[in-house]
Nanobody, 115 residues
Framework: QVQLVESGGGLVEPGGSLRLSCAAS????????MGWYRQAPGIERELVAI???????NYADSVKGRFTISRDNAKNTVYLQMNSLKPEDTAVYLC?????????WGQGTQVTVSS
């Protein structure tokens, strides 16, 4: 059974930082592309960042220079370091794993940026 479990969300003031983690089980982690998506109320789910099996990365324009995605294959975990957070970053952040037609999602972790 595949499980993706996110953690690290919370309430932070504008300009602050958070680090999200996603622990995977039930997949051969190191061959999967891992990604972070986010969904805010009334807005379509959007890609935030992805990291491939060879650690190539790609980011949404809105987070470039502020967010960093990384992976630790020994721990089957992908991370999202979020700096200089803005109120518009408020959303549920979801972890995704993908290989070919295989696609898995976590339950998500809430990030709220507010003063």
């Amino acid at each position: 059974q595949v499980q993706l479990v996110e953690s690290g969300g919370g309430l932070v003031e504008p300009g602050g930082s958070l680090r999200l983690s996603c622990a995977a089980s039930g997949i051969t982690f190191n061959i999967y592309t891992m990604g972070w998506y986010r969904q805010a109320p009334g807005i379509e789910r959007e890609l935030v960042a992805i990291i491939t099996s060879d650690s190539s990365t790609n980011y949404a324009d809105s987070v470039k220079g502020r967010f960093t995605i990384s992976r630790d294959n020994a721990k089957n975990t992908v991370y999202l370091q979020m700096n200089s957070l803005k109120p518009e970053d408020t959303a549920v952040y979801l972890c995704n794993s993908k290989r070919g037609l295989r696609h898995y999602w976590g339950q998500g972790t809430q990030v709220t940026v507010s003063s």
